[in-house]
Nanobody, 121 residues
Framework: QVQLVESGGGLVQPGGSLRLSCSASGTIFSIYTMGWYRQVPGNARELVAVIGSGDNGDYADSVKGRFTISRDYVLNTVYLQMNSLKPEDTAVYFC???????????????WGQGTQVTVSS
């Protein structure tokens, strides 16, 4: 079993900052990609940022220059530093991992439970 657990969401004023964290644990052999998606009720889940092994990350155009994704390969943890937040960034943010499971050596996609980010004055 593989679990992804997010933390760091909350309420912030426009222009403020938040840092999300997501730790992966369980039967992990390796992790190819980790990242963040977000979803607003009634809309499809959309990519925010992803980071592979050894790269700098890819971002949605809407967050470029404001959000930074980073990864701790030893701790199997991914972070999302969100600056200059806007009301339109309000969503549930989901952590994602493409994991090679140690018991089967199969690659599967895993998701966290989601953390609410609300940007409002």
């Amino acid at each position: 079993q593989v679990q992804l657990v997010e933390s760091g969401g909350g309420l912030v004023q426009p222009g403020g900052s938040l840092r999300l964290s997501c730790s992966a644990s369980g039967t992990i052999f390796s992790i190819y990609t980790m990242g963040w998606y977000r979803q607003v009720p009634g809309n499809a889940r959309e990519l925010v940022a992803v980071i592979g092994s050894g790269d700098n990350g890819d971002y949605a155009d809407s967050v470029k220059g404001r959000f930074t994704i980073s990864r701790d390969y030893v701790l199997n943890t991914v972070y999302l530093q969100m600056n200059s937040l806007k009301p339109e960034d309000t969503a549930v943010y989901f952590c994602y991992g493409r994991v090679v499971v140690s018991t089967t050596l199969q690659t599967d996609d895993y998701w966290g439970q989601g953390t609410q980010v609300t940007v409002s004055s």
